[in-house]
């Protein structure tokens, strides 16, 4: 069944929720929440994300307390308590936050299943938080240790609310997870403080200002709903509203130059813009802010539209980790650091959720599958801070945190617990409920529920299109809509309830199923997954005469290793050849590869200087035919150091 396109999504009206709420997740819409959608509950049972969780579990969470303890991240919380004597480990004021990530991942990981040995880690760490922080809730290790006790001077590059925001989005998970309070009350006593001290003039407040990082406006909202005292909402909401008024400077680069409410496109470190979205999106979720919103849809599409790499990845500029301007995309120094694919999935969740349009959970499954998921190591040990799009032959690694190799920790270890947490908290970001049904916003073996409702699902999804559903439980009075998100890449489907086939069309990227369902109902979707060839707008300078392989949801690359005999910088894709599938069970853990045609260029000589005059007959020629392995993105730097390849010349 071809798929028809849209011109452009378009919103439904907004529901007040209260349907399928998620009580453990990262995201609780408050009971007068103004969103078209609300989480739905999720078990992942097998498949591919079940094996990346289950390194997360087993390798990644469980080796965090010991890097941070060799990092000196532990050493400062003792320090701060007074329980040992020495100096400040570290390089940056940031680094508590390192531990609070750590702390949110272990906690997520605790809401699934009783390890005692990584429960006694938490209660250990959580002591030591507690025991640091001061009697009117401030803690901040480097300005209690390094400067004197000084505090919010320096507000630009300090950080220390951006700090507090990942403390307390550690303790709502915490509380979430396992309903124990020791962690949450510091959080609460921690915003308590801050809310004594910033406001608006007039409020009587002594100090007007933002965090140079934005963070801690989000997790404001998420304790808000997590205790119901509206006081948090409300400095969330004054600490958005003051970016853009020049209280650090009026810089691009930590969103002050414009006020978000007028911004027209994203710009600036973009990490920091995205969690400072983030916090809008929520801000209009739970209060019905209509300009809020109207900002939040202008600066995604913009966002997507502009500034986005192929894998979903953020950032173009290395220098003050920036977006750069529209259409500058660059490939080799691309910078898409793997915490701006954390901060796209969670804001454009929030943004699904708000609007109930699936082009959001469009852009999450390609940032889940390629931007994000290409910064963890199959073996969940080693880290990639920056993600490339191309590494060249003959490369010289910078090494460190910008290093196109794979690192065991780094000097700003801001990524590894994010994809620590992220990971540990999937199953909350694949599901949601409105009060006519249930929405599957990404397929996973496991079952999505809400609500008196169970739908069972089996896939091999990524390798395999085929999701096979069964309804398990469900309302046998009434009907419901299962709704089936189909991929924006998708240009063939097929769908069967039991053996009738279904022939509704997609509206705005769902697939509506609505009918009395009875338990053992079976649906079966087909998602085409032919490989194709992909091009960017003309615009985007960098890859004009390239083309990228693609299938399903995953980006591919040529990686030097499978192609012995030269390097990449030389090779040509054959777009008149046929693309083959071949699925390598020995490879990379078990992955489908896409196999080309392609040519290495006979290149003349140019002697001692690159450069020559535009000349048809000098140009290079076709040289010796290659056979071209392309593997999935996500899987690039685990075997040698070599080259590696996104876009593909064509000539």
Known sequence: MPRPRSAAPSSPSPATTGLGVSLSGPVRLGPGAKAALAPASVEVHGGFWDTRREVNARVSIPQGPGLLESAGNLHNLRLAAGTVEGEFQGAYPFVDTDVYKWLEAAAWQLGHEGDEALAADVDRIVALVAGAQQPDGYLNTWFQLTKGGERYKDLRWGHELYCAGHLIQAAVAHHRATGRRELLDVAVKFADHIDTVFGAPGSGKPIDGIDGHPEVETALVELYRETGERRYLDLASYFVDRFGHGLLGGEAYCQDRVPLREATNVEGHAVRQVYLLAAATDLATETGDAELRSAAERLWTAMTTTKTHLTGGLGAHHDWEDFGDPYELPNERAYC????????????????????????????????????????????????????????????????????????????????????????????????????????????????????????????????????????????????????????????????????????????????????????????????????????????DAVRGCVAIERGPLVYCLEQVDHPGGGLDDIVLDTTRPLAVKHRPDLLGGVTTVVAAGRRLDIPDAGWWPYRAADPDQTPTDGEAVELTAIPYYAWANRQDGSMRVWLPTS
């Open 337 to 540: 650091e793997t915490c701006a694919a954390i901060a796209s999935i969670q804001w454009s969740w929030r943004m699904a959720l708000l609007t109930g349009e699936a082009r959001y959970s469009d852009l999450i499954e390609r940032t889940l599958f390629n931007g994000f998921l290409a910064g963890v190591s199959l073996d969940g040990e080693r880290w990639l801070y920056v993600n490339p799009l191309q590494v060249r032959d003959g490369h010289t690694d910078p090494g460190g945190d910008q290093s196109a190799r794979r690192t065991r920790w780094f000097k700003c270890a801001c990524c590894p617990p994010n994809v620590m947490r992220l990971l540990a908290s999937l199953e909350h970001y694949l599901a949601s409920a409105d009060g006519g049904g249930l929405q599957i916003h990404q397929y996973v073996t496991g079952s999505y529920t809400a609500d008196g409702i169970s739908v069972r699902a089996e896939t091999d999804y990524p390798w395999q299109g085929t999701i096979a559903l069964t309804i398990d439980e469900t309302p046998t009075d009434r009907p419901w809509t299962l709704s089936l998100r189909i991929p924006e890449w998708c240009r063939d489907y097929r769908v069967r309830c039991g053996q009738e086939r279904y022939d509704a069309g997609v509206d705005d990227g769902w697939l509506r199923l609505e009918r009395t369902w009875a338990p053992g109902d079976k649906i079966v979707l087909e998602l085409g997954l032919e490989p194709r060839l992909t091009a960017a707008d003309p615009r985007v």
